[in-house]
């Protein structure tokens, strides 16, 4: 009980395929849909005071499959798809770049795309936590780089990922089956259980 309101955690999530319904670059409001479980430990974690912040790729951006207005716009969404349940997502840290792209105003080799840590620092500055404190889930293999370049436990979604064979050790990531048994390992650990 005493560790009930310690905010003195952080997690850190992808999006696509991780809390929502995996859609190659969505661009359209109507094809966001979160996975089973999502909302209800999102509440949960809520109620703990424990800050969630989703940390994406939004390379469609770049390549000009869509705007970053609407990827804010996506984020305003899904935050009013939450709060009909009580629940909110705290922060949205997103990269809109790509090396290698014609649109100059996203044309960059920069430090924010997974597998680099940039988004994860940016949460980890906005809700500064101890490394052990803070998590990473997602579903790719580059979510898990950036979990280890930025110091954090990272959970790996396996079955719809890139299973990694020789890129990435598994003693860097654990396996898990859904953003809600992630979240419930890591607390786990710190004796903290979600009800
Ligand atoms: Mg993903
Ligand atoms: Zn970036």
Redesign the pocket.
């Known amino acids: 009980m005493t560790k009930r309101e310690d905010p003195s955690f952080l997690v850190m999530t992808?999006r696509?395929?991780?809390i929502i319904k995996?859609v190659p670059y969505l661009s359209r409001l109507s094809d966001i849909e979160f996975l089973p479980g999502v909302v209800d430990t999102i509440r949960k974690l809520n109620i703990l005071k424990v800050p969630v912040c989703v940390v994406t790729n939004q390379s469609g951006v770049a390549r000009g499959y869509f705007s970053e207005e609407f990827v804010q716009e996506s984020h305003l969404y899904m935050n009013e798809l939450l709060g009909r349940e009580g629940a909110t997502i705290d922060r949205f840290f997103y990269c809109p770049h790509l090396a290698q792209t014609n649109d100059p105003r996203y044309n960059r080799e920069c430090l924010c795309r997974k597998p680099h840590p940039g988004l994860l620092l940016s949460a980890l500055e906005t809700f500064p936590t101890p490394l052990s404190r803070a998590m990473m889930v997602?579903?790719?293999v580059r979510d898990m780089e950036a979990a280890k370049a930025s110091g954090v436990k990272g959970y790996l979604i396996l079955g719809n990922s890139d299973i990694p064979t020789s890129s990435l050790p598994e003693k860097d990531y654990v396996g898990v089956l859904s953003f809600q048994e992630a979240v419930n390992r890591f607390l786990g650990e710190s004796g903290i259980t979600l009800s």
Request: no cysteine.
């Open positions: 992808d696509d395929g991780t995996d997602g579903d790719a």
